[in-house]
């Protein structure tokens, strides 16, 4: 039987990268999965390609409102809400801290922060009751940058490391009834944008450059594509996982090998 077999699931940023590998292994998997993203394009490719499978909402996860859109659209089309992946990200494309001036770095800051961490809490906030009456999960998209150094400069990394706490307290406070685990990615090849108010600092690298530096950077020299990952969330949303929380799968080529922990 399929592993996610009539579960319905609940994915921010899942028009593109990441998100999108996880959307299309989990309905191959069985799930119906509602998809909240700022990509309108990226989304109506979804639902060409999934149809019923499928709810889609445009929408930003800065907007707590779109999140309980969302969330009633899972539950009004599938039933209920078994699990929710918190994904929608964006990055800093390793921004020296020293060369940033501090109205960029503020500006920065808050779009960053407002993405990465209240995104996450937002989407947790919206989808909590409803997941406590399946007794389901949540997963939230971390990276190598919850745990090292120089995954991102310090935006990114700091909002990862702020993710990982949303994680581990929730896990706390949620048990017994939701689960609350991670997927912590290494360097994938995919579209994540660089916002804007850090672009002027930085060198936005071709797909060549970043396939070589990802491979460089991990131990199994892997070029990672998103759907290396896929195997990670699967396990973590699927029933098999039950007696797993607070925990992060990381896929990163083996980070930790290189003994920076
Ligand atoms: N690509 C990597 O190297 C890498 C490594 C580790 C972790 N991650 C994490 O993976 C997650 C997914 O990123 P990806 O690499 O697949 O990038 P991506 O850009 O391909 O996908 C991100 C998706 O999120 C959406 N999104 C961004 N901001 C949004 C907002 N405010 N509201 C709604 N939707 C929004 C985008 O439209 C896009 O569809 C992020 O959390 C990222 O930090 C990525």
């Not at 990465?116 to 406590?132: D, P, T």
């Not at 007794?135 to 990982?164: C, E, M």
């Not at 048990?175 to 997927?183: F, L, T």
């Amino acid at each position: 039987m399929a592993e996610l077999s009539g579960k319905s699931v609940y994915i921010t940023g899942g028009a593109s990268g990441i998100g999108r590998a996880v959307v299309e292994e989990f309905v191959k998997e069985g799930a119906f999965v509602t998809v909240l993203d700022r990509s309108a394009e990226g989304l109506k490719e979804l639902e060409q390609q999934f149809g019923e499978k499928v709810r889609t909402i445009t929408g930003d996860v800065t907007i707590y409102e779109d999140h309980q859109r969302a969330v009633e659209t899972a539950v009004e089309a599938f039933g209920k809400l078994d699990v929710l992946i918190s994904n929608a990200g964006v990055f800093d494309a390793f921004a020296k801290f020293v060369n940033v001036t501090p109205e960029a770095m503020s500006e920065a800051y808050d779009i960053l922060f407002s993405i990465n961490v209240k995104g996450s809490f937002f989407a947790a906030k919206a989808a909590v009751e409803e997941l406590k009456r399946t007794r389901g999960n949540i997963i939230f998209t971390l990276s190598g940058a919850s745990f090292y150094p120089d995954g991102g400069g310090v935006w990114y990394t700091a909002s990862k490391h702020a993710q990982l706490g949303l994680l581990r307290q929730l896990a706390f406070e949620l048990a017994p009834d939701v689960r609350v685990n991670a997927v912590a990615p290494g360097g994938t090849l995919t579209a994540l944008s660089v916002i804007a108010p850090l672009r002027p600092f930085v060198n936005i690298v071709d797909n060549e450059t970043k396939a070589k530096s990802i491979k460089t950077r991990n131990p199994l020299k892997i070029v990672m594509a998103s759907e290396d990952h896929v195997g990670a969330y699967l396990l973590l949303a699927s029933d098999k996982a039950r007696a797993i929380t607070g925990e992060v799968i990381s896929s990163d080529g083996g980070l930790v090998v290189r003994g920076l922990s």
